[in-house]
């Protein structure tokens, strides 16, 4: 069994710099909302001139709209998130278990989990902006050129990572607490590439699959 321990904020905003927060939760809200539009505008432009295929067929294009799709999504959460705490206050202390910890610490993790992954995107996004000046683009047309070389070779690196992976699982998931679960397996896998990890009780298990 898994015990998850999490801290929530059932009074988002009831200090001074929560409601500094706030503003620029606001502000956030703002720029993302104008990017939106800017992109339906686009989308809209494209289809009155027939020129779908080509803006679906620009990367970029691509980029663009997963990065704002995700906001909107995070965003989306976050407001669930405060009318339920608002909505069903907690009051304490309390004897009984209330649901609303629960259901909370989900919607939480939701919106945890979408702005880890926006995360990467926003980085991914920054290329596109460093086409502006030649020494910056270099990474990027490089990027561009290889770009069939690239995924190939993430095809061929999952298969046999996540392979090992299963391998790990299937041999040591009832013993080690690393290989327990197939998401623990592939955690574990990607550590022993940065050279973390802990061969001895993998050998005394079983020497010659270690």
Not at 10 to 38: H, K, N, W
Not at 132 to 148: C, N, V, W
Request: charged share 15%; proline share 3%; with cysteine.
């Amino acid at each position: 069994p898994t015990i998850l321990m999490q801290s929530l904020t059932l009074e988002p905003y009831s200090t001074r710099a929560d409601m500094g927060r706030l503003v620029i939760e606001a502000i956030f809200v703002c720029i993302v909302g104008f990017q939106l539009m800017e992109k339906l505008v686009e989308v809209y432009k494209c289809f009155r001139e027939s020129k779908l295929g080509s803006f679906f067929g620009d990367m970029w294009n691509w980029v663009d709209l997963v990065n704002v799709s995700l906001f909107t999504a995070s965003i989306t959460q976050r407001a669930q998130f405060v009318y339920m705490v608002y909505d069903r206050p907690l009051i304490v202390p309390t004897n009984k278990y209330e649901p609303l910890l629960e259901e909370a610490s989900a919607q939480q993790q939701v919106q945890v989990t979408i702005n880890s992954f926006n995360i990467l995107i926003c980085i991914f996004r920054f290329f596109k902006f460093y086409m502006f000046q030649d020494r910056l683009s270099i990474l990027t047309e490089t990027f561009g050129f290889a770009y069939t070389d690239l995924y190939h070779f993430i095809i061929m690196f999952l298969v046999i990572f996540v392979g090992f992976a299963f391998l790990g699982f299937v041999l040591f998931g009832s013993t080690l607490t690393g290989f327990s679960s197939m998401g623990l397996s592939v955690q574990t896998m990607w550590e022993m590439m940065l050279n973390e990890f802990d061969f001895a009780p993998m050998s005394r298990l079983n020497g010659l699959m270690a």
